[in-house]
């Protein structure tokens, strides 16, 4: 073998990188499990990103869809709302001025009911003033032919009262409050003036307490037939001769004893020993106990 001190040329180091061949197929490079992994989930997340926006458009449509007949509803009802909020305003507007009128009539309806307490009490008390010289004969017999004057001459002198013809301005049958009472018509005598009126008045009291077993009768004022008991009374107005007839009925409930009319005024007395109460009115009438 010859030898031969001369070097050998390094190829690889000195020609440099060789040229792939033409039409060789690429070069491989290997993948790791991480890269795989990485490139798989970013993958995935943009796909997920896809399905999500989709998914939100579709859900954002759906509950859009649902949502418009609410929101309608809503308006409606809205609107509606108002409506019968401007009407209950306006009504409920109404109901205080109804209130306060109604708290003005009542005010004025007690201010006339006080007003006209007052007048039906004065028109009372003018009514009654105008009967002051007036008495009146109740349960008196009736006939055709009755001279009531001469009846009435001979109630005054048969109780020791004796009258004038001038004494005596009137006399007359009134007419039945009730028209179905069997009891005739009451007589009316006008006298000349409350002096005589009250003389007459107190001779009759007197003459029934002296003959308590044979008070006035119609026999004494010369009525034949039977005897009846005849009465002799001021005459009442028709307020308070209503009164009088519902005070002798309370009397009689709560056992009061005595019951009389003086100058037009009604009183009671529960027994002798008692204080006698002038009943003014019903309400007065209510409180006997």
């Known amino acids: 073998m010859k030898k031969d001190c001369t070097p050998i040329r390094n190829v690889s180091s000195t020609r440099g990188s060789k040229r792939p061949a033409l039409n060789s197929p690429p070069e491989v490079k290997s993948v790791t499990a991480e890269e795989v992994r990485s490139i798989v989930e970013e993958v995935v997340m943009k796909h997920c990103d896809v399905i999500l926006k989709e998914f939100k458009s579709t859900i954002v449509s759906f509950i859009n869809s649902k949502l418009e007949p609410i929101k309608k ?22 109901h205080v001025t109804i209130k306060n009128t109604l708290k003005s009539l009542n005010n004025e309806n007690v201010q006339l009911k006080s007003t006209v307490a007052d007048l039906t009490f004065k028109l009372n008390y003018l009514e009654q003033q105008a009967r002051s010289n007036n008495l009146e004969l109740q349960c008196l017999p009736e006939h055709k032919q009755e001279n009531l ?81 005849v009465y002799v009374t001021e005459h009442l107005s028709a307020s308070n001769k209503s009164l009088h007839a519902a005070t002798r009925i309370r009397a009689r409930e709560v056992g009061y004893k005595y019951v009389w009319v ?28």
Do not use: W
């Open 73 to 94: 509803d809503m308006d409606e009802l809205k609107t509606a709302l108002t409506f019968h909020t401007e009407v209950f305003d306006e009504l409920n507007t109404e």
């Open 149 to 229: 004057y001469t009846v009435t001459k001979q109630l005054g002198s048969v109780v020791g009262c004796v009258l004038k013809d001038n004494d005596i301005a009137h006399v007359t049958r009134v007419a039945k409050l009730n028209t179905s009472s069997p009891r005739p018509r009451s007589i009316v005598v006008q006298l000349a003036n409350p002096r005589v009126r009250d003389q007459l008045l107190a001779a009759v009291i007197n003459y029934n307490k002296k003959n308590k077993d044979n008070k006035l009768n119609s026999s004494d004022l010369g009525i034949g037939g039977s005897k009846t008991p």
């Open 262 to 289: 003086r100058s037009g005024r009604i009183y009671v007395k529960k027994d002798d020993n008692a204080e006698h109460f002038h009943i003014k009115n019903s309400d007065t009438l209510s409180k006997l106990v």
